[in-house]
């Protein structure tokens, strides 16, 4: 009875330990990935290789364009020979072209005169143009240069009246940048509901979020993006939750491209999960330090496997898949995500997670053009998250919804056409 009951308690004790070595090597693994983002990921030796192999670049390895259009001309004639001054003979002439800016850039100022009647008939008055409430007001190149900075540039509010004090000799408050902004983003919002609707109707449609801090925070912390498949459209929405709510705020497609967060889920008709999460999942799991090495033979194992299969889908995306080849790829997927007795804690959740949602992330199968990743998504809010850092977020809710109106408009312009966004922006009407 007493060996009966002894063995009986070693038993519990055996599964009581392996519970706590699966949590403690889960939780090592978790405080590894904190510490990587906190303190940064020491290069590995196939990265510094890569870095050394780098050719070094001098000033003749690059070659700017030939400008389409030319300013002026310049004629440099020569006459005679500049080392012996004798004549000479068989002359050519070679061009080149000198681009420049002229600094430092001078305002404007234009003096109104407006003559003003009063009509004794309606006993009214008449101006011979629209007087504003203030004696000074600011042009409208200045208002759209001040948008300019804030969002294509990334600046603070600080930096924009530091830049425009230095460079154009324009002294402008806080306050009134603030109010450019908002009334700016007032006029284009027939322009963000153009492209709430244009990235909603894609055949594809990203998705993404990230933080944004608001100071008097009304609804949220977070900002989301939703950008289509077919062209740079982009729509950001900032100063809300991570609730399933702002999916519908911001514009529901048909086929979503998501990660696998909870709010996603059940939120669209198609859904395509990103092979990009996991495959960095299993990487980072693959140059952990904390497994065995038994366990790390088989996470490498794992990781090599899923890499060579998620690269065989991207480089078969832009062909037809026949039957056969669409069963191999979900009978290699079946492979890699069934479960093993060395798999590890956060290897054994990922599998899981895996075969749960096999059919998600074979969606592009029935849909021909659709990406397998985010990348897309994540490359949009990059943006945001570098003009996050330098300003911190916004102060009021409104603030960070004239962030979003503004984002929208100038970085989907800026992203469609990158050489003439500028103009294009400049010529916008409300």
Known sequence: ??????????????????????????????????????????????????????????????????????????????????????????????????????????????????????????????????????????????????????IANRLSHAQIQDHLEAICNLHISLGEIGNILEKEAN???????????????????????????????????????????????????????RGKGNIADIGTATLGITDDYGAYKNAFEEHQLCWAHPHRKLRDMAESTEFGERKKKQIRNTYGQFS????????????????????????????????????PTPLSKLKEALRRNKRAYFTFLEHPGVPIDNNKAERALRHLVIKRKISFGSRTQRGAETTSILASVILSLKWNDPQHWFQKYLALKP
């Not at 389409?68 to 020569?78: F, I, K, N």
């Not at 609707?197 to 449609?205: L, M, P, R, Y």
């Open 308 to 343: 060579a299969l998620y690269k065989n889908i991207h480089a078969s995306l832009h062909t037809a898949l026949s039957p056969y080849l669409k069963r191999t790829l979900q009978d290699t997927f079946d492979c890699i995500s069934e479960s093993h007795t060395l798999d």
């Open 187 to 241: 006029n284009l919002r027939p322009e963000y509901q153009r492209l709430k609707e244009s990235v909603i109707n894609q055949a594809g449609t990203h998705y993404d979020e990230t933080g944004w801090k608001v100071q008097k925070e009304e609804q949220g912390k977070y900002a989301w993006v939703a950008t289509g498949t077919e062209n740079n459209d982009t729509v950001f929405s900032l100063g809300r939750s």
């Open 1 to 150: 009875m007493e060996n009966r009951q002894l063995k009986q308690r070693v038993k519990e004790l055996e599964e009581s330990d392996r519970d706590k070595n699966q949590k403690i090597e889960a939780l090592s693994f978790q405080f590894e990935q904190i510490k990587n983002k906190l303190f940064g990921k020491k290069p590995i030796a196939r990265s510094i290789l890569r870095i050394r192999e780098k050719k070094t670049r001098d000033i003749f390895s690059y070659h700017r364009p030939v400008p389409e259009s030319v300013t002026g001309t310049e004629p440099h004639p020569v006459n005679e020979c500049a080392h012996c001054h004798g004549a000479l003979q068989k002359k050519s002439i070679s061009i080149f072209f000198v681009e420049d800016i002229p600094l430092p850039i001078q305002k404007t100022v234009v003096k109104h005169e407006v003559e003003i009647g009063y009509c004794t008939v309606c006993r009214r008055q008449s101006s011979g143009y629209p007087i504003p409430s203030k004696a000074v007001v600011l042009g409208g190149n200045v208002q759209k240069y001040v948008c300019i900075l804030a």
